[in-house]
């Protein structure tokens, strides 16, 4: 009877049809919501590209400009240290004895009195980079002293004597 009324026209089949377009119309607008926001998605992507592209540009320039101001910083306190090495001709000398006095195991205030010309009585242990062991003290007086071979070198004298002696 439905095919009988739908040959002739009935209601049923306007009513079909009319939710046919209702929902093809509904598929079109979904399809073009899709497509806007693929075309959406595509331009945040190329946004957050750009904005990739340009924070890596600015890290950039803030590292040249960091390592420019190093450069410079290091430039500066080598010309600081060039001019004291004029000035104070033992002071390459007094650095080296200040790692050596370190090294063989005096702490930072010892090394100090050591540095300054100041004898410095110690008992304990100490390490001989030569030995490379460890040898013990008992009541001996340090001092750093002029070499007496090269005036314009220090040595690290034990009870008068120097240490590589």
């Excluded at 992507?45 to 592209?53: D, G, N, Y």
């Excluded at 450069?71 to 004895?97: G, R, T």
Aim: contains cysteine.
């Amino acid at each position: 009877m439905a095919k009988v009324g739908s040959l002739l026209g009935s209601g049923r089949l306007k009513e079909l049809e009319a939710d046919n377009r209702t929902l093809q119309g509904e598929v079109a607008a979904r399809d073009e919501s899709i497509e806007l926001l693929q075309k959406q998605m595509e331009r945040q992507q190329e946004e957050h590209s750009r904005q990739l592209v340009e924070l890596q540009a600015k890290y950039r320039r803030e590292m040249a400009d960091k390592e420019a101001a190093h450069q410079e910083e290091v430039s500066f306190l080598k010309s600081i240290i060039q001019k004291a090495k004029k000035w104070f001709p033992l002071f390459q000398e007094l650095v080296y004895m200040e790692k050596l006095c370190l090294k063989v195991g005096f702490n930072e205030r010892q090394t100090a009195t050591l540095i300054s010309g100041k004898p410095l009585f110690y008992e304990g242990e100490l390490y001989s980079e030569e030995h490379r062991r460890k040898f013990t003290t008992e009541e001996a007086g340090f001092q750093v002293v002029k070499d007496p071979k090269d005036k314009s070198k220090l040595a690290l004298a034990i009870n008068g004597q120097l240490i590589g002696e």
